[in-house]
C-alpha cells in the first residue's frame, strides 16, 4: 500500500525559510513523479512545483527564484525548499507523488508566514 507522508510546515516570518518533505512507501518499482500544490481556505489546490524521477522541475510564476524541488530517489523522498518566503505563500500545501498514471495524495502540511 503506498503512503505518502509530509512534513516540514510550520510558522515563519517572511523571507525566512522552511524545506517540506514527501516521504513516499510501499512503492514498486514505476516512472515516477511528485507534484507540489498549495491551497488557501475557499480557493483552488493550485500547483507550485513538480519534478520528474530524473530532478526535472517546473515552478509556477509566484515562486519562480524563491521555491527550489529536489529529490533523493534512493529515499523516495522529495523536497521544497522555500526560501524568501512571503505571507501570501501562507497555504496548506500538498504532494502528490505519482506512480505511473496513478497519483497519491500526501496529508499536507500547513505553512503561515507571517509579516
Known amino acids: 500500500q503506498v503512503q505518502v507522508v509530509e512534513s516540514g510546515g510550520g510558522s515563519v516570518q517572511a523571507g525566512g525559510s522552511l524545506r517540506l518533505s514527501c516521504a513516499v512507501s510501499?512503492?514498486?518499482?514505476?516512472?515516477?513523479?511528485w507534484i507540489w500544490y498549495r491551497q488557501i481556505p475557499g480557493e483552488e489546490r493550485d500547483i507550485v512545483s513538480t519534478?520528474?524521477?530524473?530532478?526535472?522541475?517546473t515552478y509556477a510564476d509566484s515562486v519562480k527564484g524563491r521555491f527550489t524541488a529536489s529529490l533523493d530517489n534512493a529515499q523516495k523522498t522529495a523536497y521544497l525548499q522555500m526560501n524568501m518566503v512571503k505571507p501570501n505563500d501562507t497555504a496548506t500545501y500538498y504532494c502528490?507523488?505519482?506512480?505511473?498514471?496513478?497519483?497519491?495524495w500526501g496529508q499536507g502540511t500547513q505553512v503561515t508566514v507571517s509579516s
Open positions: 502528490r507523488f505519482f506512480c505511473g498514471t496513478k497519483g497519491y
Open positions: 510501499g512503492v514498486t518499482y514505476c516512472v515516477h513523479y
Open positions: 519534478i520528474t524521477e530524473d530532478g526535472e522541475s
